[in-house]
Nanobody
């Protein structure tokens, strides 16, 4: 069973830095993409950053040039380096991993997303 374990959340002052980590386990299937999303109280979950198996990255507009996503494919881990954090970055951050599962002998695949339980990041003014 797929399991995602996040770590690194906590309290940080505005302008500071924080690094989140997420480790995936429980499946030998190919990982297509890994990413981070966040959700603040009263808001919808939004994309923070995402990295594909080919290394392409995608960032939410509000974190561009401040946050950096990296991955260690061999260890099935993804990281989020958060610099110059702001109070509006306060949220629960969720790790997301997209696996590709082979469904028949021809090699057809289906994508399935899994979520971590979330780690709280609080940025004080």
């Amino acid at each position: 069973q797929v399991q995602l374990v996040e770590s690194g959340g906590g309290l940080v002052q505005s302008g500071g830095s924080l690094r989140l980590s997420c480790a995936a386990s429980g499946s030998s299937s190919t990982i297509n993409a890994m990413g981070w999303y966040r959700q603040a109280p009263g808001t919808e979950r939004e994309l923070v950053a995402r990295v594909s198996s080919g290394g392409s990255t995608q960032y939410g507009d509000s974190v561009k040039n401040r946050f950096t996503i990296t991955r260690d494919a061999a260890k099935k881990m993804v990281f989020l380096q958060m610099n110059s954090v702001k109070p509006e970055d306060t949220a629960i951050y969720y790790c997301n991993v997209e696996f590709l599962f082979v469904v028949n002998v021809e090699g057809a695949t289906v994508r399935r997303n899994y979520w971590g339980e979330g780690t709280l990041v609080t940025v004080s003014p």
